[in-house]
């Protein structure tokens, strides 16, 4: 019965049966006579079921085709703007490339994940391993909170205290650390989860052997943990290449290459040539935000099928 | 004391990964300190009024600066975020109104209807809503969904709507308050529908039996048994997507048509969300030599991030598990 998957709600079925109520069981061949459910279902009620499943598969339906409304237009439009001269030259004024904005998104996207791996790695391992102490308890709640802490706040405090409080004006460092910041949550959590799930009983075999609870967790607990750390190391890239908000007041804009100084030099990025282009009136302009969008989207969507299948396959 | 005084005696692995993982919370108290120092002065002088007043403006910035409270601001200077506050819990009820029915029909599709690999391809298309980034949901939404809207929609729902209040009145230019609430419902469905489709799958399967053992449809074993049995995790989500949605900021800013100074009159009206507020308004505020403009937008991010903070720890609270809905890695991860 949990398999639900006879079918009873559909009225031909409920009326065949109420009219011969003993029928041989499914072609089992044996001959027993088994009784068929029994089942009249008044109209009202048959009515209510068909509308809830109606309206269930009309919300499905619904995200479906927005979605595809979203996919088409990024990917048809980012599709008939792409061009070599994306990648090889550097954005001028409202046209030119994208080869800057690339650059700057790889550059900010890696020195946050520099930055919050460890931490977080670290973190979570803390978090997991020592799950029963009141720090770690007081940590995991942290990370929760720290989740849901809107980007632009982030950007507002990277800005007040690393642009103007620190002087370093619009900088990579400046953008690294507020996206290393909104990540490291997500990588403390992701890593508490992998360890969390690992079996009890290969600690215990690796402490049988002597080991120190160092080498237990550096050496066992977090290699094998390492699907779902990497997991939320692709998480936290998808994250960092795709925000815009924490961006526009630490890392600015740069129309040119990124010149090697980690203060006093803004730089570019993929998702600020999205949000300053796409209202634009000429259409070099807008075909750049259509491409950065596509490159966005496409890139955050095979990490996120990328990661996927990392974890189902470590699952299998 | 010599230096030599000090034993340095090596320190145990936990506590290295204690101090470490200090780190979380030390970011967190790091961005509630810095913006509670650096809008002090701001909050000095807009007092409470700053949530009640109706009115941003920096002054003349041409002008000499005066003192007010011993406070250096520009004259004419008067901050008042109302309006942002409205559009935030506006445009966030909406998506909430919008978001829960669709989001409790998709999870019932998901974890009732589909099974196996099609489940899967069909949890991954709901939860790639998700990874949209914000910035291309405000592309779409300028280059598609506000034409739509403005152009054959509002109109005509101003037109045949007119009797119920607030949907009558200018349908605007599809910028505004249901646009808005419209994209951010977008954005957190896959949030609602991703945790009530796990907590349907596992709600146990005895109530499932007993129910079509009483003669339940299979509808009605989903929408009077197994459904109130996820009450509790609907309400958590719900507060959870609330919490994203109060805080979204780019998809906000590109279809919110941007209003300053006034309540919205319909909910076709353009408005302003706090996050939204803080992007448009920093060229701005800079233009002010007190800083008293940018200490504001820093008063606007704390109050904020305190509501955020409010909310995500409420609603945390009530889920009590962790949850990678809504990020990429989705689901795969519980």
């Known amino acids: 019965m949990i398999s639900g998957d006879d079918n009873h709600a559909s009225p031909e079925s409920a009326q065949a049966s109420s009219r011969s109520s003993l029928t041989i069981a499914g072609g089992s061949g044996r001959g027993v006579a088994v009784p068929k459910i029994i089942r009249k279902v008044s109209l009202g009620r048959r009515a209510f079921s068909i509308a809830g499943w109606a309206l269930t598969s009309l919300g499905v339906g619904l995200m479906v085709l927005l979605v595809g409304s979203i996919l088409w237009t990024v990917f048809v439009g980012g599709w008939s703007a792409m061009s070599p001269s994306l990648f090889t030259t550097v954005t001028q004024g409202t046209g030119g490339g994208l080869l800057n904005a690339i650059e700057g998104t790889a550059v900010l996207s890696v020195g946050a994940l520099l930055l919050a791996v460890p931490l977080g790695v670290a973190a979570g391992v803390y978090v997991a391993e020592y799950r029963y102490s009141r720090w770690a308890r007081a940590i995991r709640f942290v990370a929760d909170v720290l989740v849901g802490v809107p980007s632009i706040v982030l950007g507002y405090f990277g800005y007040v205290t690393m642009v103007e409080g620190l002087g370093w004006n619009f900088s990579v460092a400046a953008g690294c650390i507020v996206l290393a910041v909104m990540c490291l949550p997500y990588i403390t959590r992701s890593t508490e989860f992998a360890l969390g799930e690992l079996p009890d009983a290969l600690r215990e075999a690796a402490y049988a052997l002597g080991m120190s609870e160092r080498r237990v967790i550096l050496r066992v607990c977090l290699p094998a943990a390492m699907p779902g750390v990497l997991t939320g190391v692709m998480l936290a890239l998808a994250i960092s290449v795709g925000e815009t908000a924490p961006l526009l007041y630490t890392a600015g804009w740069s129309n040119y290459m990124w010149d090697g100084h980690l203060t006093h030099s803004p730089i570019g990025f993929l998702t600020y040539a999205i949000w300053t282009f796409y209202s634009e009136p000429f259409s070099s302009a807008v075909a750049l935000a259509y491409a950065a969008a596509f490159l966005v989207t496409a890139f955050v969507f095979i990490i996120n099928i990328l990661s996927r299948y990392i974890m189902t396959r470590e699952r299998i | ?334």
């Open chain 2, 1 to 334: 004391m010599s230096f030599r005084s000090i034993s340095f005696k090596p320190m145990r692995f936990k506590t290295w990964m204690a101090v470490i993982a200090g780190g979380v919370p030390a970011s967190l108290a790091a961005i509630i300190l810095f913006l509670v120092i650096y809008s002090w002065p701001a909050a000095h002088v807009n007092g409470i009024g700053f949530i009640f007043r109706d009115t941003w403006n920096i002054g003349n910035v041409y002008a000499n600066p005066i003192q007010v409270n011993g406070v250096t601001i520009m004259p004419g200077a008067r901050y008042g975020i109302l309006f942002l506050i409205a559009g935030t819990l506006l445009s966030s009820l909406i998506a909430l109104l919008l978001a829960v029915p669709v989001g409790v029909g998709a999870a019932i599709f998901l974890a009732e209807v589909v099974r196996g690999k099609l489940r899967t391809v069909m949890s991954v298309i709901v939860e790639l809503f998700a990874a949209i980034p914000s910035v291309v949901y405000g592309l779409w939404g300028y280059v598609v969904l506000v034409p739509l809207l403005g152009h054959h929609v509002y109109p005509f729902m101003a037109k045949t709507l007119s009797w119920l209040p607030f949907f009558g009145g200018l349908p605007g230019s599809g910028y505004g308050l249901l646009t808005a609430g419209i994209v951010l419902a977008m954005m957190i469905v896959p949030l609602i529908a991703s945790i009530l489709r796990d907590a349907l799958i596992s709600q146990p399967a005895a109530l499932r039996e007993a129910a079509m053992a009483l003669g339940a449809t299979k509808f009605e074993t989903v929408w009077r048994v197994l459904l109130p049995g996820t009450r509790t995790v609907l309400i958590g989500a719900t507060i959870l997507a609330l919490g994203r949605a109060l805080g979204e900021t780019m998809a906000v800013l590109m279809v919110s048509g941007g209003a300053l100074n006034y309540l919205p009159s319909n909910i076709y009206s353009p408005v302003s969300t706090m996050a939204a507020f803080i992007v448009s308004q920093l060229d701005s505020a800079l233009q002010d030599p007190t800083q008293m403009a940018v200490r504001s937008l820093a008063e606007i991010a704390l109050i904020l991030l305190i509501i955020s903070i409010g909310v995500n720890a409420l609603a945390r609270g009530i889920l009590k598990v962790w949850s990678f809905a809504g990020n990429p890695a989705g689901a795969v991860q519980r």
